[in-house]
């Protein structure tokens, strides 16, 4: 089993930047795909970023490339998501998922853990 706790949400202004990190315990992080998810209201789940295992191979929702940034640091079990030139419709709670797979997911379906979420609120 996987315990995925994410942290670093908050309130941010529209063009600002903000780090959300996920930490995991329980299984050998190493040996998870991981991933960063979102939901608005009202709306159904996006993937917004994606890395596999070595964090060699990175995918990124049309949405965010060039403004958002996942890593990894595997000796510290926990995966990040960097976030710049922030907008309003970047609002949502932002969900860490994993997956015991050395390919990267594209679908929620794909993830058997989930972490909580964590708030993320672009606002003036």
């Known amino acids: 089993q996987v315990q995925l706790v994410e942290s670093g949400g908050g309130l941010v202004q529209p063009g600002g930047s903000l780090r959300v990190s996920c930490a995991a315990s329980?299984?050998?992080?190493?040996?998870?795909?991981m991933a960063w998810f979102r939901q608005a209201p009202g709306k159904d789940r996006e993937l917004v970023a994606a890395?596999?295992?070595?964090?060699?191979?990175?995918l990124y929702a049309d949405s965010v490339k060039g403004r958002f940034t996942i890593s990894r640091d595997n000796d510290r079990n926990t995966v990040f998501l960097q976030m710049s030139g922030l907008k309003p419709e970047d609002t949502a709670i932002y969900y860490c998922?994993?997956?015991?797979?050395?390919?990267?997911?594209?679908?929620?379906?794909?993830?058997?853990?989930w972490g909580q979420g964590t708030q993320v609120t672009v606002s003036s």
């Open positions: 329980g299984r050998t992080f190493s040996g998870l795909a």
């Open positions: 890395i596999n295992r070595e964090g060699s191979s990175l």
């Open positions: 998922a994993g997956r015991t797979s050395w390919l990267i997911g594209r679908k929620e379906g794909d993830y058997a853990y």
